[in-house]
């Protein structure tokens, strides 16, 4: 098994084509194929369907892997490097790391304390994202990766699912639903939501909003303006309009005159770590590949539910 298959392996994964991903390795498609197919007849396994294309069970099993060996074979580079030239922390560019509050909850600081002991002398810049940065931080180059909700619309943009968890509502507990245990679709859609400033993106303010379910009606809308999931705390805590959120909102949050309540019949929805797809940095690699094994890791343990049943296989991004 050798690297440059896993790595043709892994550009498939997150690319979707064989075209893209030779483009993205600066490869021949041919090229590709042939380091897929002697993958396959190594390890004695189909790795994709072709028609259409996807990921079979090995080849699902087999992604967490190769992106450790990958990674870990950047990091060895790296040390080897380090010890040769000296180098030391002072004079290593930065990761930049974006995060839209709270993250993929529990396991953003657990990603965060992993990269760090992986890689020691790569200094961490925390940036806090606003609603309206949730592709422009990294688009825009202000962030290397970026913890954000949901899975950013973007061609540009390699997303990693993290976590996927069912919905929940954001009201005062003054509301009459204050008191209600659960709620369905139809009893929240009418509620008058905070509303979002121009600027942010569409797929956001769809999930935001239970866009799915309102065929194409636009929300009724309250007083104030939100940029962060703060702002949505302390307006809703304040009487003055409705949120929506994930279910590990309710273990993060503890605000006074907030509730709760889950949506039981609302779509679940992922948070995801993003990155730029043409972003060469091995660091990058690394922390992403840190980030989907302590999803797979510690996702349950963090409360942190599995993608539901039924659900298939699609490419990053």
């Known amino acids: 098994m050798e690297l440059r298959q896993l790595a043709s392996f892994l550009a498939v994964v997150e690319e979707g084509q064989f075209a893209r991903a030779a483009t993205r390795l600066f490869l021949s498609p041919p090229a590709v194929t042939g380091h897929i197919q002697r ?87 925390i940036e806090s994202l606003s609603f309206a940065e949730h592709t422009t931080a990294l688009t825009e180059h202000r962030v290397d990766v970026a913890f954000v909700r949901p899975p950013p619309d973007d061609e540009r943009i390699l997303a990693e699912v993290l976590t996927t968890e069912p919905r929940v509502l954001i009201v005062p507990s003054a509301h009459p639903l204050g008191e209600a245990e659960a709620v369905h679709l139809g009893d929240v859609l009418d509620l008058a939501y905070i509303r979002l400033p121009e600027g942010v993106p569409r797929v956001f303010t769809d999930y935001l909003y239970f866009s799915s379910a309102r065929g194409g009606t636009r929300p009724r809308y309250g007083a104030d303006e939100a940029m962060t999931i703060q702002d949505v705390l302390t307006t809703v805590s304040a009487g003055r309009g409705t949120g929506a959120g994930l279910g590990s909102f309710s273990r993060l949050y503890r605000w006074p005159g907030i509730r709760f309540v889950p949506v039981l019949d609302a779509p679940w929805e992922q948070t995801v770590l993003a990155s730029r797809r043409d972003d060469p940095r091995p660091e990058v ?15 349950p343990r963090y409360g942190a539910p599995l993608e539901p049943a039924g659900a298939s296989w699609r490419p990053a991004g």
């Not at 490097?81 to 930065?94: E, K, L």
């Not at 590949?289 to 797979?296: E, I, K, Q, W």
């Open 39 to 125: 993958l396959e007849r190594e390890l004695g396994v189909r790795l994709f369907e072709r028609c259409p294309l996807g990921l079979t069970l090995a080849g699902e099993r087999l992604v967490p892997h190769a992106r450790t060996m990958l990674a870990a074979a950047d990091a060895a580079s790296d040390a080897v490097t380090d010890a040769v030239t000296g180098r030391r922390g002072q004079d290593t560019v930065p990761l930049r790391v974006g995060v839209m509050a709270p993250g993929s909850a529990e396991l953003t600081p657990a990603i965060l304390r992993a990269f760090h002991d992986a890689r020691p002398y790569t200094p961490l810049c």
């Open 285 to 299: 690699r690394v922390f992403r590949s840190l980030a989907v094994t302590l999803a797979r890791d510690l996702g």
